[in-house]
């Protein structure tokens, strides 16, 4: 049976790979540019924003629940780090405050699910409208611009010739692998998405778990957000709006069920590389930005068909 | 007492607002800030109408907003680059959305895709086609016949009322009164009872979600009308006010509960606070603020009102 079981996840698995390839079959056919290490490197880079936040959502959606909030908080996360920044705080200093406001906010998302018992998507809808226009009226609707040359170092540096986005993108994916599959707290977020009673009635903290999880997706989007405006050298009060929907649709292409309790950080990973590629190859072919929707709502469809079809033999 | 708090919560939380606000501020209470309210929400009274049909069968239509850009440009482009006839062009527009709203429903029904996902992957889709066929630009429509739909009066009532009305009506009769609209419930309550009773599940899906594209249509045909002029951007986060309505009305997110009525109120508690913090004077970005906390705290009382 659990052999079994094995087969299957490895067959769903295989289904996503067999998709990736296909697609970078095509876009080298499409554009010569495509297969080249810069360009490779590229879209790694780009993926690492939507990565990070991706792994926070997947947290969130394996216990059944769902953050639209992830945009808003990094827009405010960002705000205010710029901001003390240019108030002449340490940077070191600053991002901690950030992503411990970034950590606070998620954390209210997570009493209001877990103690009031609000559903998450309602939660999440109120602290988005909240959290964005906190970071609008905080800056005015304007601009924070030129941050500190040691905290851009977090967006445009390297090391050992790797993009820093890369490598931190890299260490949360490795960080969150290690949670979910190596750790008992991975277990019990499983056991929380899917049936949240029993999980409760086998001794499992659901409360502190579910604050846990929505804690842990505000950090990570503020973490996102950091490595963004260090490249971007600005940090604007609109940043990352739409953000939740690339980060679920990353989850949900990598195979994770809306439902809870079920997926795999390997499927996100995959997920976040298929919308990175898309978008990358969009901008390579020179295709109007006017169809980018229209070809990533295709993909995201076919994606996830493709999926319940191998799914099902 | 307690029955009638659990029924009409939210119509307490209205009136409470309702009733604030007429203190606040002098201006609340008279005749033409309150038609203002009708007419300022009747868009979204429409959009929540149909969004709430798809969440009374536990679904969820998040593409309203890119269906109603997508056919307030339809609309335009026909009537201004084709010069089509508006009776021509509406229809066309309309039929334009439905079709939308028939992918979701195929996608949902046939592709086994949650509808967060297809009606996600449906919204990137008919904002892409918008875009594309304005060309990212607004298309201005100087029709008489056509602005009519959004800034004529009949009797003194503007147009826009008497359509949300109509559609209120038609909408309540069908949930309420018909074979079809009851079947809604109980595909949301339990959707392998409702096939196990003989409903047919997949027809019923793909009704609403046909349906919600139909109302989104509409609001942006009228949307369109009243401002002269089809905006590609239209109508972006359309979608979320919409569901923050229904929920707000008692329409449930798991399914099966809900009523036209409730929606409505849902709808009135949204309107009244913006109209409020827009008398108060409120910065736009703090009515963002503001609006985030109310929202949750209305739903909380709801809950509390519901349990006791």
């Given at each position: 049976m659990e052999k079994m079981r094995g087969i299957k996840a490895y067959l769903q698995q295989s289904g996503l790979l067999i998709f990736i390839l296909i697609m970078v079959g095509v876009l080298a056919l499409l554009s010569d540019r495509f297969l080249t290490p810069a360009n490779l490197i590229n879209i790694l880079r780009q993926a690492s924003i939507n990565g990070i936040i991706s792994v926070g959502m997947m947290l969130v959606i394996l216990t059944a629940g769902i953050d639209l909030s992830v945009g808003a908080i990094l827009a405010l996360s960002v705000v205010v780090t710029a901001d003390l920044m240019h108030r002449d705080l340490p940077p070191l200093l600053a991002a901690t405050a950030g992503l411990s406001l970034g950590g606070l906010l998620g954390f209210v998302n997570g009493w209001l699910v877990?103690?009031?018992?609000?559903p998450p998507f309602i939660a999440t809808l109120g602290m988005m409208s909240f959290a964005r226009g906190l970071a609008l009226a905080y800056t005015g609707g304007k601009p924070v611009t030129g941050l500190d040359a040691g905290f851009r170092f977090l967006g445009t540096g390297l090391v050992a010739h790797i993009p820093m986005p890369i490598i931190i993108a890299a260490l949360v994916f490795l960080a969150g692998y290690l949670l979910l599959s190596q750790t008992r707290i991975g277990a019990y977020l499983y056991a929380l998405g899917e049936n949240r009673e029993a999980a409760l009635f086998s001794g499992i903290a659901t409360g502190f778990y579910t604050k846990f999880v929505f804690t842990a997706s505000g950090v990570l989007a503020a973490l996102s957000g950091m490595i963004l405006i260090a490249r971007l050298d600005s940090a604007q009060p609109?940043?990352?709006?739409?953000y939740e929907f690339d980060a679920i649709a990353a989850v949900v292409i990598g195979g994770t069920s809306l439902a809870g309790g079920e997926g795999r950080l390997s499927g996100t990973l995959l997920g976040v590389l298929i919308i990175a590629m898309l978008n990358n190859a969009l901008n390579l072919t020179n295709?109007?930005?006017?169809?980018e929707g229209i070809v990533k709502g295709m993909v995201i469809a076919l994606a996830l068909i493709l999926h319940g079809l191998v799914r099902k033999l | 007492m307690r029955g009638l708090i659990q029924r009409f919560s939210g119509l307490f939380i209205l009136l409470a607002l309702c009733l604030f606000l007429s203190f606040s501020t002098e201006?609340?209470?008279t005749q033409r800030n309150l038609v203002n309210i009708v007419l300022q929400t009747s868009i979204l009274a429409i959009v929540a109408l149909g969004v709430g049909m798809t969440m009374l069968t536990a679904g969820i239509d998040l593409s309203v907003g890119s269906v109603a850009a997508f056919c307030g440009a339809i609309a335009a482009g026909l009537i201004v680059e084709s010069q089509l006839g508006i009776w021509l062009a509406i229809p066309v527009a309309v039929v334009a959305g439905i079709s939308l709203g028939l992918l979701n429903g195929l996608l949902i029904v046939?592709?086994?895709?949650?509808p967060f996902i297809a009606t996600l992957a449906t919204m990137a889709i008919g904002r892409g086609l918008t875009l594309v066929y304005t060309d990212g630009r607004p298309i201005t429509v100087p029709d008489p016949a056509f602005v009519f739909i959004g800034n004529g009066e009949v009797l003194g009532v503007p147009l826009p009322v008497i359509i949300m009305a109509a559609l209120l009506l038609t909408a309540y009769l069908f949930l309420a009164h018909t074979r079809t609209g009851r079947n809604l419930y109980a595909i949301g309550g339990n959707e392998k009872t409702a096939h196990l009773a003989g409903i047919s599940v997949a027809r019923g899906k793909l009704l609403v979600y046909m349906i919600s594209a139909f109302a989104a249509a509409t609001a942006g045909i009228i949307l369109t009308a009243r401002l002269w002029s089809a905006q590609p951007t239209t109508g972006m986060g359309l979608e979320l006010e919409a569901i923050a309505a229904a929920v707000l009305g008692g329409t449930s997110l798991f399914g099966g509960r809900g009523s036209a009525w409730g929606i409505m109120v849902g709808v009135f508690i949204i309107g009244v606070v913006s109209n409020g913090l827009n008398l108060l004077e409120i910065s736009s970005y703090y009515q963002q603020v503001i609006k985030g906390f109310v929202f949750i705290m209305a739903v909380i009382l709801d809950m509390y009102a519901r349990k006791k």
């Open positions: 877990s103690r009031i018992k609000v609109v940043i990352g709006l739409g295709v109007s930005s006017f169809y | 201006y609340f209470l046939y592709g086994s895709l949650p």
